[in-house]
């Protein structure tokens, strides 16, 4: 799964980022850019972003891709920012109507992101998504698929028979998404990660939204869960403690939340946890007595306690926050 806590990606389906155009680019004459577009083409993941906000427009800078890169030998594409002045108002589904007109040209993509965009370009919050169903369902071969912004998210409730990673980054996942992915069929899955956010940014799930992922019915292969990012942690981690998905898994990943003593005492509680490789929950708000508890309980688990938080004081109320809200 990918770990870039919603910065630039690096890598995408396990292939280095390249990104045009370069950084040299202001105008279609300085295309690509100062930069030599590589010949080994299945060897790249494949991203396209405006050149800054006074740029041309995203669809512009796809067109000049389209003429000097085989769309045909692409693996991994990623669909990088797309907000100039000249667009703000521009949503997912205009950025990526010309891929999914041009799908025929794509025989070969497997993994396909949407909003590759860093706080520095433009809040996650502010992204304006879309409906991903004629995304998916022109790429129904797709093994690994992200979005990062959640306003007007769409998600299509039905069998993903192909995917094996699945990734939303937001400050809050709407609650008919989390349903929507919770009700649907994910047979090779192996891999899903669920910023959960906060109800101010279009999240505000309740654990019972998250049903279906916890009985696990849906995703028979699944060894990744991360419920991240979550102002409920307290109450995820008490439903995950008797979840019958996590006997099954290698990583759980609750981290970027507001996990408290209550929740982890809950997971201690719950059913063992020592078959897991790995148990995330940096960027926590647990005391040193209950991370010590955790340590000792889990002595074969790699335990990440990093990023301890202290809670906000709003007039002597202790609010906690999660990671990635705006």
Not at 44 to 59: E, N, Q
Not at 139 to 150: D, E, I, N, V, Y
Not at 263 to 289: I, N, R, V, Y
Request: net charge negative; with cysteine.
């Amino acid at each position: 799964m990918i770990d870039s806590e919603c910065v630039n990606l690096a890598r995408w389906g396990g292939l280095p980022v390249f990104s045009l155009p370069g950084s040299d680019f202001e105008e279609m004459a300085d295309w690509p850019g100062g930069v030599g577009i590589p010949a080994d083409v299945e060897a790249w993941a494949w991203c396209v972003s405006v050149s800054g906000w006074d740029g041309l427009s995203h669809s512009t800078m796809f067109e000049a891709f389209l003429r000097d890169v085989d769309p045909a030998r692409v693996g991994a594409f990623v669909i990088g920012n797309w907000v100039t002045e000249n667009n703000m108002d521009q949503t997912a589904a205009d950025v990526f109507a010309p891929l999914v007109a041009a799908a025929d040209r794509f025989p070969n993509l497997r993994h396909l992101f949407i909003g590759d965009v860093e706080a520095q370009q433009w809040e996650i919050s502010w992204i304006k998504q879309s409906d991903l169903t004629p995304l998916l369902r022109a790429f129904p071969k797709l093994l690994t698929f992200g979005a990062r912004g959640s306003e007007n998210l769409g998600w299509e409730q039905r069998a993903y028979p192909e995917l094996r990673e699945l990734t939303f980054q937001c400050g809050g996942l709407p609650p008919e998404v989390v349903r929507a992915v919770a009700g649907s069929e994910f047979p090779e899955l192996t891999d899903l990660e669920l910023y959960l956010g906060t109800e101010g940014y279009f999240g505000g799930s309740d654990v019972s939204d998250l049903d279906g992922i916890l009985a696990g019915t849906g995703l028979p292969e699944l060894r990744y869960l991360g419920l991240r990012n979550a102002e409920n942690s307290d109450e995820i981690a008490a439903a995950v403690a008797h979840a019958p998905i996590v006997s099954r898994l290698e990583v759980l990943d609750l981290s970027l939340g507001s996990l408290g003593d209550e929740g982890a005492a809950a997971l201690l509680a719950g059913q063992p946890l020592t078959h897991l490789k790995k148990l995330d929950l940096h960027h926590h708000f647990l005391s040193e007595e209950m991370q010590d508890r955790l340590r000792e309980a889990l002595p074969g688990v790699e335990v990440d306690l990093s990023e301890h938080q202290e809670p906000d004081n709003w007039d002597g109320e202790e609010t906690r926050f999660v990671s990635v809200a705006e």
